[in-house]
């Protein structure tokens, strides 16, 4: 239909002179859109030499007066934008040609850049003085090899004029995707083009770059600590500095050069994975499943919907290629997407959480920031990325010193927990000590009184226990970290004086300059067990963090030897009497090296076992203890480094198992642990951990508990 109007059209007065584009003065930008004529080739047939015949000439229509009150357009954008020109999607199909001419009236050659608009495909023929066209390409899917302007998203041709010089431009565009041809024809000074594209490189390079910095910022404190809010924030700047590469033509410059058609698969992978990592990263910062499980349920099902979602859209793509529709409905879920974030952001800032505040004020932000760039860039004040991106850079400080916020209360919460098990064990031992002296002379009168005290120092020493188990760690989370593994840990008392140690520490390597993972497993044996041994247990605990946390020693060795002093030193500035100090640990610590395949091992008295190809070894350590100030001589520990090969498995234990006396009153001793060792090695590790328990309870019948028994067993 449109089509006859065309051709009625063209009987009616078009094939009047062509309205000629003048360059008069020099100017930064010229729009061209009044001067412009185009014709629909529905047939896909016509040639440039066809459409510059005279009689095919005659039938490209003006634009100004074929919509000239832009009734018909799909989208125009105002006047006074770009000055009064044309800017029109036209609304047919296929290939459609336009025509521009222009004649530089300068006394001097003009060089520019002639920018078209949006096209799938554009051929670009430039007439010259010699006969026949010049031609150039550009588009959205034209390989880069064939292009004649790379930089920029933008589809721009360059242009030169020799002083009087008169050129006509056909346009010959390609639909490709679904997307209409937009003729928007700018001529735009070299020079000042050249200057932008300069000045857009340059706040981009840093742009991303302080994105980039943050991305490998973050996964180093993921890789440091495990937390998996890291990991999250990590990959939503990573998927924000993707989105923006792509909206600023760097993917077509850099990455897709050759392979344009892979764009549409890029933006819908980054803009999904990009709300993807924004909700996950939401729900482990603020561990929404504690704070507000309702809305964490609607975000974890936002969350599996688009992830199904995202398979349905690439699936479209590859099937159809239509890029209308799939923008279409993206959109549609994009601002389903919103409004379920605004609600959630409402419902986080009434929980007048500290932490969550910072995340509402930044995702508060990124919105402002959008709103207002899409108000400024409507009447043409700033591109409405350019407020998109400052949003981003506001958004990533205020999550970042949210996170910093959560560390600091993170690590005041440990600190007060460890300071709460100090106040509580010391009370419990008062407790203790009073409750002993009232038995002793009131026994009789007052044993009413003294159950219900006996009763209050058990609630306090359970308590004192979940402190104790909350500060030496999950051993659920230990054993996650090796192939398999088994704590064995079955205190005498409620609280124990065994604990076990794990730490996993990145330590750069001056001789091979590089990072090293090395992972440090320590069982250890603390003087006395219950109360007063708990006590030790967190001496041990905080120097151990101290010296390979703070002080970043990995040796063993060095690691015992600074252990040893620092113990003396904290149990003799406790001593007021002038007897020496038998206040101590034994214990055994293992440093894996994964990288080369090595143990280093030293140990204070406690021995380990390993188990290789059916065979059991022995490694001994130093006959010294850990504290304890009773030896004369220079205290020494030594590391032993052994080749480990995939799937020893290495045991570490404290003497609680093999001391244990049985219905005969015999202890089951070292020779029959290690021979129980070696031949429950072949089974897995949970039920090696399982065996250990049931012999235990086999050996020991009706017999109390003699001390603290742990045993760790590693398998690399």
């Known amino acids: 239909m449109i089509f006859c109007l065309f051709c009625l059209l063209s009987h009616f007065g078009y094939a009047q002179q062509t309205q000629i584009f003048e360059i008069n003065t020099q100017k930064d930008s010229y729009f061209m859109g009044e001067f412009v004529y185009v014709l629909p080739d529905s047939a896909q047939e016509l040639s440039v030499e066809q459409v510059s015949s005279d009689s095919v000439n005659q039938q490209f229509l003006w634009c100004k007066k074929l919509f000239p009150n832009a009734s018909n357009y799909i989208f125009r954008l105002p006047k006074d934008r770009l000055g009064n020109g044309f800017y029109e999607l036209i609304p047919q199909k296929y290939i459609y040609w336009s025509r521009l001419t222009i004649k530089n009236n300068l006394s001097k050659r003009y060089e520019g850049m002639f920018y078209i608009g949006f096209g799938n495909l554009l051929d670009v023929y430039i007439s010259q003085k010699t006969g026949g066209f010049e031609l150039k390409k550009t588009g959205q899917y034209m390989p880069a090899a064939q292009k004649d302007v790379l930089e920029s998203r933008n589809y721009v041709v360059r242009l030169e004029l020799e002083a009087g010089e008169q050129k006509t431009i056909y346009i010959k565009s390609t639909k490709y995707d679904g997307r209409s041809f937009s003729l928007q024809p700018i001529l735009f000074d070299k020079i000042m083009w050249t200057k932008n594209i300069f000045k857009r490189n340059w706040i981009e390079g840093i742009f991303h770059g302080l994105l980039w910095m943050m991305v490998a910022y973050n996964l180093l404190i993921f890789f440091t600590?495990?937390?998996?809010?890291?990991?999250?924030?990590?990959?939503?700047?990573?998927?924000?500095?993707?989105?923006?590469?792509?909206?600023?033509?760097?993917?077509?410059?850099?990455?897709?050069?050759?392979?344009?058609?892979?764009?549409?698969?890029?933006?819908?992978?980054?803009?999904?994975?990009?709300?993807?990592?924004?909700?996950?990263?939401?729900?482990?910062?603020?561990?929404?499943?504690?704070?507000?499980?309702?809305?964490?349920?609607?975000?974890?099902?936002?969350?599996?919907?688009?992830?199904?979602?995202?398979?349905?859209?690439?699936?479209?793509?590859?099937?159809?290629?239509?890029?209308?529709?799939?923008?279409?409905?993206?959109?549609?879920?994009?601002?389903?997407?919103?409004?379920?974030?605004?609600?959630?952001?409402?419902?986080?800032?009434?929980?007048?959480?500290?932490?969550?505040?910072?995340?509402?004020?930044?995702?508060?932000?990124?919105?402002?920031?959008?709103?207002?760039?899409?108000?400024?860039?409507?009447?043409?004040?700033?591109?409405?990325?350019?407020?998109?991106?400052?949003g981003i850079i506001l958004e990533i400080l205020i999550f970042s010193i949210g996170l910093g916020y959560r560390m600091k209360t993170n690590q005041q919460e440990k600190e007060q927990a460890q300071a709460d098990l100090i106040t509580q064990l010391e009370r419990n031992q008062q407790i203790q000590i009073a409750a002993n002296n009232e038995l002793e002379q009131k026994v009789k009168e007052r044993t009413e009184t003294l159950e219900k005290q006996s009763l209050h120092i058990k609630d306090s020493i359970v308590y004192a226990s979940r402190i104790q188990n909350a500060l030496i760690g999950n051993p659920d989370a230990i054993i996650s970290q090796f192939d398999d593994a088994f704590i064995f840990f079955r205190p005498r008392d409620i609280v124990s004086g065994d604990f076990y140690f794990f730490r996993e520490e990145q330590i750069y390597d001056d001789i091979s300059k590089t990072t090293r993972k090395f992972r440090f497993l320590i069982v250890a044996d603390c003087t006395g067990h219950g109360v007063p041994g708990a006590f030790m247990t967190i001496m041990g605990s905080n120097f151990l963090d101290e010296i390979i946390d703070n002080q970043k020693i990995v040796n063993p060795s060095q690691i015992l030897s600074e252990l040893d002093r620092k113990v003396i030193a904290a149990t003799q500035k406790?001593?007021?009497?002038?007897?020496?100090?038998?206040?101590?640990?034994?214990?055994?610590?293992?440093?894996?090296?994964?990288?080369?395949?090595?143990?280093?091992?030293?140990?204070?008295?406690?021995?380990?076992?390993?188990?290789?190809?059916?065979?059991?070894?022995?490694?001994?350590?130093?006959?010294?203890?850990?504290?304890?100030?009773?030896?004369?001589?220079?205290?020494?520990?030594e590391t032993q480094i052994i080749d480990y090969q995939t799937g020893d498995q290495f045991y570490l234990f404290s003497d609680g198992f093999q001391d244990q006396f049985g219905a005969d009153g015999r202890k089951f001793?070292?020779?029959?642990?290690?021979?129980?060792?070696?031949?429950?090695?072949?089974?897995?590790?949970?039920?090696?951990?399982?065996?250990?328990?049931?012999?235990?309870?086999?050996?020991?019948?009706?017999?109390?508990?003699?001390?603290?028994?742990?045993?760790?067993?590693?398998?690399?």
Do not use: C
Request: aromatic letters at 18%.
């Open 574 to 637: 406790q001593n007021t009497g002038k007897k020496s100090i038998q206040d101590g640990m034994d214990l055994s610590l293992l440093l894996i090296d994964e990288a080369h395949k090595k143990i280093h091992f030293a140990a204070a008295k406690n021995p380990i076992f390993y188990v290789r190809n059916h065979e059991i070894f022995q490694l001994k350590g130093s006959k010294f203890p850990i504290g304890s100030s009773q030896f004369k001589e220079q205290k020494t520990y």
């Open 225 to 390: 600590n495990r937390d998996q809010t890291y990991i999250y924030y990590a990959f939503y700047i990573l998927n924000v500095s993707l989105y923006f590469l792509f909206f600023k033509g760097f993917n077509d410059e850099f990455f897709t050069t050759e392979n344009p058609e892979i764009n549409p698969y890029i933006w819908t992978l980054t803009l999904n994975f990009l709300k993807i990592s924004y909700f996950q990263f939401m729900r482990h910062y603020l561990q929404t499943k504690i704070l507000v499980p309702k809305l964490d349920r609607f975000v974890l099902l936002a969350i599996k919907f688009l992830l199904i979602f995202t398979a349905l859209e690439i699936a479209f793509i590859y099937f159809t290629f239509n890029i209308v529709w799939l923008t279409i409905i993206t959109s549609i879920i994009s601002v389903l997407m919103v409004l379920l974030g605004i609600w959630g952001l409402f419902t986080l800032y009434r929980t007048k959480n500290q932490t969550a505040r910072f995340f509402v004020a930044g995702s508060a932000t990124l919105i402002l920031s959008g709103v207002f760039g899409s108000l400024y860039s409507f009447y043409n004040i700033f591109d409405a990325l350019f407020f998109g991106q400052a």
């Open 669 to 716: 001793m070292i020779k029959k642990f290690r021979e129980l060792i070696l031949n429950i090695s072949h089974l897995s590790m949970e039920k090696q951990q399982n065996t250990l328990d049931q012999t235990l309870r086999d050996w020991q019948t009706n017999s109390k508990q003699t001390d603290d028994i742990l045993v760790v067993g590693i398998k690399l």
